[in-house]
């Protein structure tokens, strides 16, 4: 940690006193004669003249670029090209019959300083021109993956990919993974559809380049995405076919900016490797949303020069030891950081976009492990240990998850790197198994919407809806991802289907029955056949089925009338005349929270519902136009709801569900808990408590100010101290109890004058907030007590008191696991052992 905080340090020490020699001698940013330059706006965007002050060009290494060729008798260009091929037609040399090739070649290579033209960014450059697109501009992953291999094995080391594809491939993923092998540099176009980030820009190990405006705004075109690493600048002025210069725009554009940027880079640093320039550009690039990594704008805008003037940092991300000094991490890229040594802690956040799966593949030398501590969104805690090359996969909720990493060998005392890959899959949507026509998942008979995934190889979702009596249906399949080209196919048992796959990716399809009739429609929803492969995306199947409703309650008009329902099940009904109303009942056998949803409520129409006791009074009521939910704590007995509307309808049904989770000790999620008696008998006390949902969240990992606010309340403080922490304010809901325990000595804030309050408390800081408050320091005599603990341990002397009085007690295989994140139950079980 020292060592890493100090470089970052040391790094703009470097930067402050280059700048103020700058300023001292009165020196000019380097200019270039070339006439044109003056249109070339995008080059003052990125600061390549302050970069030209450093390193002008690039000579000693190739820079190949993968797209339609390049006008190779352009008078800006051919000085500074190499010979290259045609993959297209092997015969004919690279020569450019579409101009997107030679525009990205002027980006990157157009002579500088020659008095004609425009400003390349390399003023002298190796340039490999790959022909692998037509003349139109479009092309395949065959020829893609060709021209890629080709630029690794006839010595390039960076490759430019302004081209791309919705789909992944494992043929093109395995030639990424050849290049990365070859240690040379990928450089690819995010896209221009305003969607989901393209291929090759989305495997892990390429450097996915965005656009902005002038403005520094993210294009509304720009594609975005867990994959973006960088934007540049969209609009370009640059070499085009025929020896002239046009203006052009999108990522094709802004990602030969980047390549040639890091050939800059790569002149001043030649022994770096691929990956540690990746890393120097992201470590480099100007936030422009937030500070940090986000989706929209990867690590920033590309700065040439604080690329050739900043000192690399082997960990960009420091600090953030502490959970409240977590820094971004994508759900799909390579990263590379370091452990200070065994005591260094890396904090991580990551949003999911959905449900699902993040894999992490961790690279490290000498054989070290990683500690990987995982709270998802739901405050679902995993811990597992990552052996290097094998993937870990953490089960995450949609939202942010916070990460946890340290090195298993706490006594390390040296600093390793390592390498970090995620990956993410999605989630196996709610209606499989459903890949065959005779699994098809049954739907209620109405208009409904559903999502769904395509989670597998070759997945394809199979429905069957019935249709009760006749009527018309529409079909509306939607998607949130140009990774999925959606096709509908609709049969009728025993009649002909029919497919609609009319748009291309990410296109909704429709289709409309105007007239059909009772029986089983079977509705198959799939990808188009060439995309085979796992999509990190939903698909949306809107049905409206427009039939007259029979409401199968009736009669249930009045309250001894009502219908019985069952908890957790479904029930359907309808309001088909003005003064129609809806009883229900249900029975509760003890306390319980319960939990009214009622949804399906027609456009238009306000319904209302109303939950009264057996003795017919009043308990709770709502209405909406959307849906409505009644949350209460009831007692054992017998219920009755009744529901209403603004007007009648019988083309929809409404949907109302009751649930209900038995309370013990006023709460829903603590049944068969191991920590029960400990709970209860603390709940009972009251010096702890549930949250607002009458759920304890026993398995939450408990934070400073939790078990803070949890020992002023067990040990009856009453004297405070002024506190003056950055983090707690007056107003902060465990301020006084802070203040409190400080008083006692029992807490103490960060040398950052910092409290971190909802950092997440380990097993070793509980322990040693209890023994403070029992006023035991500790003691350094006797055996170590627990196998994971060693006499330089910072708490051990505590440990071995607690132990030797019996106050903890570790795990079967002997250990104690004392930087492992303490739960609500933990911290509870161990107050209530030492309670009175």
Do not use: C
């Amino acid at each position: 940690m020292l060592h890493k905080l100090a470089t970052r340090q040391l790094a703009h020490w470097i930067i402050g006193v280059v700048m103020l020699l700058v300023f001292a001698g009165q020196a000019i940013a380097a200019q270039a004669n070339d006439p044109l330059a003056e249109k070339q706006t995008y080059l003052k965007q990125i600061h390549i003249h302050e970069a030209w002050d450093v390193v002008k060009g690039n000579s000693n290494i190739t820079i190949a670029i993968v797209d339609t060729g390049v006008d190779l008798n352009h008078p800006d260009l051919k000085k500074n090209l190499v010979p290259g091929v045609n993959l297209v037609n092997p015969k004919l040399p690279p020569q450019d019959d579409n101009g997107h090739g030679t525009n990205v070649a002027g980006i990157v290579a157009a002579e500088t300083n020659n008095d004609k033209g425009i400003s390349g960014i390399l003023w002298n450059a190796r340039v490999m021109p790959i022909k692998a697109l037509e003349s139109d501009g479009s092309g395949g992953e065959a020829k893609l993956g060709e021209g890629i291999r080709y630029a690794v094995d006839h010595g390039a080391k960076i490759v430019v990919l302004s081209l791309g594809l919705n789909k992944y491939s494992t043929y093109l993923s395995d030639i990424v993974r050849y290049a990365e092998e070859k240690d040379v540099l990928l450089v690819a176009a995010a896209g221009n559809e305003g969607n989901s980030v393209k291929y090759p820009a989305a495997y892990p190990t390429v450097l996915a380049v965005g656009g902005v405006t002038a403005d520094g705004i993210v294009h509304e075109r720009s594609n975005t995405g867990p994959e973006i690493d960088l934007v540049a600048p969209w609009d370009v002025f640059t070499t085009a076919l025929g020896g002239s210069y046009e203006y052009k725009d999108g990522t094709s554009m802004a990602a030969p900016q980047v390549a040639a940027v890091a050939a800059l880079a790569w002149s001043k640093y030649p022994n770096m490797k691929a990956y540690e320039i990746r890393q120097l550009l992201r470590q480099t690039a100007d936030d422009v949303m937030t500070t940090g990594w986000d989706q929209e704008t990867g690590y920033g805008l590309l700065r040439a020069d604080r690329a050739l003037t900043e000192m690399p940092l082997l960990d960009i991300y420091e600090p953030n030891n502490r959970k409240d000094q977590a820094k971004a991490l994508s759900i799909s890229k390579m990263i590379s950081a370091s452990f200070s040594g065994g005591s260094d802690q890396d904090w991580f956040y990551l949003d999911a976009p959905y449900d699902g799966t993040v894999n992490l593949t961790f690279n490290l030398q000498d054989g070290q492990s990683v500690a990987v501590q995982h709270t998802d969104v739901k405050g679902t805690f995993t811990g597992v240990t990552a052996v290097p090359g094998q993937p870990v996969a953490l089960k995450v909720s949609k939202g942010r998850s916070y990460l946890q990493f340290h090195l298993t060998d706490r006594n390390q005392k040296n600093e390793i790197p390592y390498k970090l890959t995620t990956s993410f899959d999605i989630y196996r949507d709610a209606f499989e198994d459903n890949d065959r026509q005779y699994k098809a998942y049954v739907l209620p008979s109405r208009s409904q919407t559903i999502k769904g995934t395509f989670h597998q190889m070759n997945d394809q979702d199979w429905f069957e809806f019935p249709v009760e009596q006749s009527g018309m249906l529409t079909f509306h399949l939607s998607t949130d991802t140009a990774r999925i080209d959606p096709v509908l196919y609709v049969q009728k048992q025993g009649e002909k289907g029919i497919t609609v796959d009319e748009g291309g990716d990410g296109v909704t399809e429709v289709l409309v029955l105007p007239e059909v009739f009772p029986g089983k429609y079977y509705i198959r929803v799939s990808n188009v056949k060439e995309y085979a492969f796992p999509v990190t995306g939903e698909y949306t199947l809107k049905i409206e089925y427009d039939a007259k409703q029979i409401d199968p309650n009736e009669p249930n008009n009045r309250s001894y009338q009502a219908t019985a329902i069952s908890l957790d099940t479904e029930y359907i009904g309808l309001i088909d005349k003005v003064d129609d109303i809806d009883w229900f009942q249900f029975q509760l056998n003890e306390e319980s929270y319960a939990q009214v949803g009622l949804t399906g409520i027609p456009r238009g129409v306000n319904m209302y519902a109303f939950l009264y006791d057996r003795s017919m009074k009043p308990i709770a009521s709502s209405n909406s136009t959307s849906a409505i939910q009644l949350n209460e704590r009831l007692p054992a007995g017998t219920y009755y709801l009744k529901l209403t509307a603004s007007a009648p309808f019988d083309r929809d049904v409404y949907q109302i569900i009751v649930s209900a989770k038995p309370l013990i000790g006023g709460y829903a999620d603590v049944a068969g808990h191991w920590a029960l008696n400990s709970i209860l008998e603390m709940g009972s006390k009251q010096i702890v408590n549930g949250y607002d949902d009458y759920t304890f969240r026993p398995d939450l990992p408990i934070t400073r100010a939790e078990a803070t606010a949890i020992i002023s309340r067990a040990f009856k403080l009453n004297k405070q101290k002024n506190i003056n922490y950055t983090d707690v304010a007056a107003n902060h809901w465990a301020y006084a109890d802070i203040a409190k325990a400080a008083q006692s000595g029992i807490i103490d804030g960060y040398p950052d004058q910092s409290f971190a309050p909802d950092q997440p408390v380990s097993r070793m800081e509980m322990t040693a907030m209890i023994a403070r408050s029992m006023n035991i320091s500790g003691k350094k005599r006797g055996a170590v007590p627990f196998t994971d603990v060693d006499d330089d341990y910072w708490g051990v002397g505590i440990l071995k008191q607690m132990k030797a009085e019996g106050w903890i007690a570790g795990y079967a295989d002997g250990s104690f696991k004392p930087d492992q994140q303490a739960s609500r139950a933990e911290f509870v079980t161990m107050l209530a052992k030492i309670m009175p």
